[in-house]
């Protein structure tokens, strides 16, 4: 696994030693995972201590739902949602937070909440001056691949070459985000499982992450929870899902986005000694 120097709001993280883990904080009650459960500010804190005492690198909390079919909300509405729980947790985690967002009015205002990464969903598709608001705070950028909106992508027809053009997309969005005053340093990259792709075609780009891999930034990859899992049970989803991780550790990724961080801890530690095993015999 590469060595890289990701660069956050108040601090640098040191990926390629081992996996890094992102766990999730669902606070929009659409949540496709989570169903509501953690609406409430005070649970939602519970939880994100929870997730960090379990092992999460980082806790990444949002408040808009972006699975299949679902709506767009409001600034307002969001941030209703967002603000009582970075209020909380506000220098009470060791963890870096980062917030999944892809409205630049809602990442200024967490930003100054002490967020240090932003996770734009839509990899600056939806608004353009997210990147310039990320740069001025100079905050971490994440860059996720999406193709189309989730009320279009039951709509969409397959990507005839879905790696290369996540990569070649996922190229373009970086040009722009440099070009609003981010640097390399600030940015990592995300193939968007899920994203507008149909089932089949996200095994393909976990298969071929590498090629992701070579644009030299850090890679995040997301299987969990995700339909193109097809699994119709809570234990059968959480097993495919461990495998999934897996795969994209494998091949490359340096972070992986989990909703059960406790599950995954002990996936990463049997994938990332394999990892080093074999880079060593290199």
């Known amino acids: ?7 956050l ?3 640098e993280l040191q990926l390629g030693n081992r996996t890094l883990l992102m766990g999730v904080l669902n606070v929009a009650p659409d949540s496709f995972s989570d169903g509501g459960k953690f609406t409430d500010p005070d ?3 519970a939880h994100a201590i929870e997730l960090e005492e379990q092992g999460a690198d980082i806790i990444d909390v949002g408040a808009e739902s972006t699975h299949p079919g679902s709506s767009r909300i409001t600034e307002a509405e969001e941030w209703q949602r967002l603000a009582p729980v970075l209020k909380r947790l506000r220098g009470r985690l060791a963890a870096p937070v980062s917030v999944d967002t892809y409205k630049a009015a809602v990442a200024e205002k967490a930003l100054d909440l002490g967020v240090e990464i ?8 939806f608004d353009p001056n997210l990147a310039k608001i990320v740069a001025e ?3 971490a950028l994440i860059l996720n691949h999406m193709r189309g909106t989730p009320e279009t992508w039951a709509r969409l ?3 005839p070459h879905p790696m290369a053009s996540v990569v070649s997309d996922l190229q373009a969005t970086i040009n722009r985000a440099l070009r609003a005053g981010l640097t390399r340093a600030q940015l990592a ?3 968007g499982l899920g994203f507008g792709k149909r089932k089949e075609q996200n095994f393909e780009i976990l298969a071929r992450l590498g090629e992701l891999v070579k644009l030299g930034l850090p890679v995040l990859v997301g299987p969990s929870r995700k339909s193109f899992l097809n699994q119709t049970t809570p234990p059968a989803l959480e097993f495919a899902g461990a495998a999934a991780v897996t795969v994209a550790v494998l ?6 986005r989990v909703h059960d961080v406790a599950a995954m801890k002990p996936v990463l530690y049997v994938v990332d000694e394999i990892v080093r095993t074999r880079d060593q015999g290199l």
């Open 43 to 45: 649970r939602a804190f």
């Open 251 to 256: 091949n490359g990724a340096h972070m992986v």
């Open 118 to 125: 932003i996770n734009d969903p839509s990899g600056l598709t």
């Open 9 to 11: 709001k108040e601090r």
């Open 189 to 191: 990259l995300d193939p």
């Open 157 to 159: 027809p397959p990507l």
């Open 1 to 7: 696994m590469k060595r890289i120097l990701w660069k």
């Open 137 to 139: 705070r100079n905050a």
